[in-house]
T-cell receptor, first 114, second 116 residues
Framework: DAGVTQSPTHLIKTRGQQVTLRCSPKSGHDTVSWYQQALGQGPQFIFQYYEEEERQRGNFPDRFSGHQFPNYSSELNVNALLLGDSALYLC?????????????FGPGTRLTVL | AQSVAQPEDQVNVAEGNPLTVKCTYSVSGNPYLFWYVQYPNRGLQFLLKYITGDNLVKGSYGFEAEFNKSQTSFHLKKPSALVSDSALYFCAVSYWDNNAGNMLTFGGGTRLMVKP
């Protein structure tokens, strides 16, 4: 049973560029959440997708957007990259996004903005 | 609003000794609490969760956590530490907002160092 997978593993971009990160949820899961983990900090919630719609959003600007596909996989897009966007981006999946559900995390994508 | 605090940036313990990693929370309504572990350059790995019922929750790799409602705490414990337990540990609380989905709010993390 494959767990949550993310691609790419590492990414280097320059300021002002755009980036797309990808996530495939754990088998049987239909809810995908994205988190940003800056160096030395705990993960911060970006948004959650369920049934191909953004269901909840954290305190992130509109430069951060996402998408969920019919097969439940998801993309995170970040436009007009800033140096402060450098972080580990984590994807998590859960069965239905209930508050009692465990979220299972992927290995993350390390984004470096120069 | 909900929040989680992990008051210790680092915990040092000798191998074979018991360990405790502290977590306190603030949430309106029933708390749903989680512990995750993160190894270097890796994602978060689920250890255990408290939903309801017994205040002592048992999880993976011999870890357990004690829920204390009066002290709003959810401390992670292990009777005998291993060097391989050395990692970054995160406490998190789940929040459900009017069927709008759940989000995890994490503490800042505690680095556990187990020395031989």
């Amino acid at each position: 049973d494959a767990g949550v997978t993310q691609s790419p593993t590492h990414l280097i971009k320059t300021r002002g560029q755009q980036v797309t990160l990808r996530c495939s949820p754990k088998s049987g899961h239909d809810t995908v959440s994205w988190y940003q983990q800056a160096l030395g900090q705990g993960p911060q919630f970006i948004f959650q997708y369920y049934e191909e719609e953004e269901r909840q959003r954290g305190n992130f600007p509109d430069r951060f957007s996402g998408h969920q596909f019919p097969n439940y996989s998801s993309e995170l897009n970040v436009n007009a990259l800033l140096l402060g966007d450098s972080a580990l981006y984590l994807c998590a999946s859960s069965p239905a996004g209930r508050n009692t559900d465990t979220q299972y995390f992927g290995p993350g994508t390390r984004l470096t903005v120069l | 609003a909900q929040s989680v605090a992990q008051p210790e940036d680092q915990v040092n313990v000798a191998e074979g000794n018991p360990l405790t990693v502290k977590c306190t929370y603030s949430v309106s309504g029933n708390p749903y609490l989680f512990w995750y572990v993160q190894y270097p350059n890796r994602g978060l790995q689920f250890l255990l969760k408290y939903i309801t019922g017994d205040n002592l929750v048992k999880g993976s790799y011999g870890f357990e956590a004690e829920f204390n409602k009066s002290q709003t705490s959810f401390h992670l414990k292990k009777p005998s530490a291993l060097v391989s337990d050395s990692a970054l540990y995160f406490c998190a609380v789940s929040y459900w907002d009017n069927n709008a989905g759940n989000m995890l709010t994490f503490g800042g993390g505690t680095r556990l160092m187990v020395k031989p």
